[in-house]
């Protein structure tokens, strides 16, 4: 009786672990498909990369880019409103499958999570009240401007302008947009894609001259997933050649504006 249950015992115990292998095994893509849903990050705090719409829905550039992920999946999407530092550790925590959140591609954020090839380019871009005088970098000394927290744009200006009086807000759009709108702030750096559209829709800002910085955007995995990251790659591969990249840009920024060329980096 003892041998048989320590027969039994030995294999309840491979049957187990060959579970458990075959779980680590099968990786996100079949997790996904099983679940029949995969959950995107994606930031909805300011048009067109992303927002809400009328009746509550997300939309925007990014969103679309998210929706035809879940369609060549085969699966439903679920969305999570993330920004800043979210964006990146809610991916590490496991409870995104993927983030489609302008997120710039840079090495610091490369040691934690994976990124795909770009799907847009942007670079920052500082916007300014017209009233405030600031015509480069050196006037924002002494100047209140806002900043995301834990952005590419927050290390530029303490590294460039160390006299700037930094004003930290979690979401750029909408909170440091209506500290801007408000005049409660002189300044604010974000991505060109973001204050190039503000500055159409409000007389009192204008964006000055040039970008700081020329940034691949990428979509974010968690680390360790090569198939995925590779499904993930050939997706923005078909994004750019099908013409669907441009297509969607123009929907967004306007019929007029000019892509970003994405072909030239990787």
């Known amino acids: ?26 990786g996100k893509l079949e997790d996904i498909k099983a679940r029949g849903t995969v959950r995107i ?16 829905n997300p939309v925007g550039y990014d969103v679309d880019v998210a929706n035809r992920i879940a369609a060549k999946l085969g699966v439903k999407p679920e969305f999570t409103d993330v920004s800043g530092d979210a964006r990146i550790s809610m991916l590490m925590s496991g409870q995104l499958d993927l983030v489609v959140a302008n ?22 871009r500082l916007i300014v ?3 405030a005088g600031i015509k480069d970098l050196k006037g924002l000394n002494g100047k209140n401007i806002v900043v995301g927290r834990g952005s590419t744009g927050e290390a530029f200006i303490k590294r460039e ?23 409660r702030v002189d300044a604010g750096i974000e991505d060109s894609s973001l204050l190039d559209y503000l500055a159409t829709k409000n007389n009192a800002l204008v964006t000055l001259p040039g970008l700081y910085s020329n940034d691949p955007i990428g979509i974010g995995i968690a680390k360790g997933d090569p198939k995925f990251l590779a499904f993930i790659n050939g997706f923005v591969d078909d994004y750019i050649k099908s013409g669907a ?5 123009k929907k967004w920024w306007g019929k007029t504006a000019n892509p970003p060329s994405l072909t030239d980096i990787k």
Do not use: H
Request: charged share 15%; net charge positive.
């Open 1 to 26: 009786m003892k041998r048989l249950f320590s027969g039994f015992t030995v294999l309840a115990l491979a049957t187990g672990l060959a579970f458990t292998s075959a779980t680590a095994v099968a």
């Open 41 to 56: 990050g994606v930031s909805l705090g300011g048009e067109p990369v992303g927002f809400r719409d009328a009746r509550n």
């Open 103 to 124: 997120v710039s591609i840079t090495p610091e954020r490369a040691k934690a999570i994976d990124f795909s090839n770009p799907y847009n380019r942007a670079g920052l």
């Open 129 to 131: 009240q017209k009233s």
């Open 161 to 183: 302008v160390p006299g700037a009086k930094l004003v930290y807000t979690d979401n750029f759009a909408p909170e440091g947009v209506l500290l801007l709108q408000q005049k």
């Open 245 to 249: 990249y441009v297509a969607n840009y």
